[in-house]
């Protein structure tokens, strides 16, 4: 008899997937976008949509069809190559970019507004904390589920709808005018600003753990494993979705009380303190440091088992100690700096990353699957790298004749093209090289 999750446990895996992407550039990222795309917030905001929701759902049904994590999708590629990509991703969402900004997020938002006065020996103090609980957490492996998917994340999943709810029956103003990028391309402004989330990425590692949380429970067939983890993916889907047009409306809504900010933090404290006053900023802070705090768990475990599989004779305990200290220096950096670093390492992993996905759904019409995939993926990276030194503030004007290269999405064409090629023409070759060694033979 096949084990089965119950519904409270199907529940707790949804809500912990949510709330394991429901982190520091989901909370941030939104209101400036809504603040910035003002009266063309609704094109904005589907395209924002597709990379910070449809792509990560897709990336876990892609995680779920491979049978497993990032090295099972990329193992068509040379196994040197498909582990170096593998932790470049895990570097990204770990220790230099994704989990730090985590701990940088709950601190600006959820605690500074209460300090009279901050210094770099307060951040420092506090990212000691934050990632001294983020490894208590990471440590207790086998109650992943319970801690995250049946205690944290119902109770945040409350506040977020007392706040939300808010935001949309007492706005504080109409919405603005769209400004910059937003007033002549909403809907490409919006897709490239959804990268900043890096939850596609994040997808190609969660999707493990979860498989690994479901196997956890008993479940050990693969059929299940798919089912459980598509499942989830929808119920996270469903609530990013609703946080995403919650904060999109808020940033649209906030020109008059919050002009001139510079992040998406200050506006959502700047609207929250308007709207309940200290009480709002203890909702807030509370909010938020739960989110940013689900989120480094999922990202310093992902990273931890990742690490034991490549390795089987580390240690899992130190490498959550050693992943926490690191992500705890790292944080000291300062936000703005570290969302300036990330923009053009997210500009050219991102394309590699989609590529990987459409191949896994591809896979069954890829007759030549492993030349498939070196050149669809080496497409993708090639012409992404150029997005990403182009974001850096290379000048780069000499390839403004390649389209959609003005708008940082150069790698869009090339690697559809590169993908109906190893459909198609890798398909014939391999079937002549078919009929040749039959007709040797």
């Known amino acids: 008899m096949k084990k089965e999750l119950s519904t409270f446990d199907m529940l707790g895996l949804g809500f912990m997937t949510f709330a394991f992407f429901l982190g520091a550039g989901n909370i941030i990222f939104p209101p400036i976008a809504g603040a910035l795309a003002g009266e063309n917030f609704t094109i904005a905001m589907v395209g924002f949509l597709l990379t910070a929701v449809g792509l990560p759902l897709l990336t876990l049904i892609a995680v779920a069809k491979a049978g497993g994590g990032l090295t099972s999708m990329a193992k068509y590629l040379p196994a040197k190559v498909a582990t170096s990509f593998a932790l470049a991703v895990f570097i990204i969402i770990g220790p230099s970019f994704a989990t730090p900004r985590t701990a940088l997020v709950a601190f600006e938002i959820g605690l500074k507004p209460f300090l009279s006065d901050t210094s770099a020996s307060t951040l420092a103090i506090f990212s000691v904390l934050f990632f001294a609980l983020v490894g208590a957490l990471s440590l207790s492996e086998g ?75 008993g479940i050990n067939d693969k059929t299940a494993q798919y089912k459980y983890l598509s499942i989830a993916g929808l119920i996270a889907a469903i609530g990013l979705t609703f946080v995403y047009v919650s904060l999109f409306y808020l940033g649209a809504t906030s020109q008059e009380i919050a002009p001139n900010v510079s992040n998406g933090g200050e506006i959502i404290a700047i609207y929250v303190k308007a709207l309940f006053g200290l009480p709002g900023q203890v909702l807030l802070s509370v909010v938020v440091a739960l989110a940013c705090l689900t989120t480094a768990v999922g990202l310093v475990s992902a990273m931890s088992d990742f690490l034991c599989k490549l390795k089987t004779n580390w240690n899992r305990r130190l490498l959550v100690i050693g992943n ?30 989609i590529a990987l996905v459409a191949l896994t759904f591809c896979n069954n019409l890829l007759a030549s699957k492993t030349n498939s995939h070196r050149f669809v993926l080496a497409v993708s990276f090639l012409f992404g790298l150029l997005d990403g030194i182009k974001i850096a503030g290379v000048n780069m004007d000499s390839f403004s004749f390649l389209p959609l290269f003005d708008v940082g999405m150069a790698w869009v064409l090339p690697t559809a093209i590169a993908l109906i090629i190893a459909i198609v023409l890798f398909k014939e070759t391999e079937q002549q090289q078919e009929i040749q060694i039959s007709k040797a033979l």
Do not use: Q, R
């Not at 944080?331 to 394309?351: C, D, H, K, M, Q």
């Open 143 to 217: 109650k992943l589920l319970d801690i995250v998917g049946k205690v944290i994340t119902p109770l945040l999943i409350i506040l977020l709808i007392v706040l939300s709810t808010s935001v949309f029956l007492t706005p504080l103003s109409d919405i603005g005018i769209a400004t910059g990028a937003y007033l002549e391309t909403p809907f490409v402004t919006g897709f490239l600003e959804g990268y900043n989330t890096m939850d596609t990425l994040a997808s190609l590692v969660f999707g493990m753990l979860i498989i690994n949380v479901v196997k956890s429970k």
């Open 324 to 353: 926490c200290m690191l992500c705890a220096l790292v944080t000291n950096v300062g936000l703005s700096e570290l969302i300036a670093l990330s923009v053009p390492v997210l500009f050219t992993v991102y394309p590699v990353a």
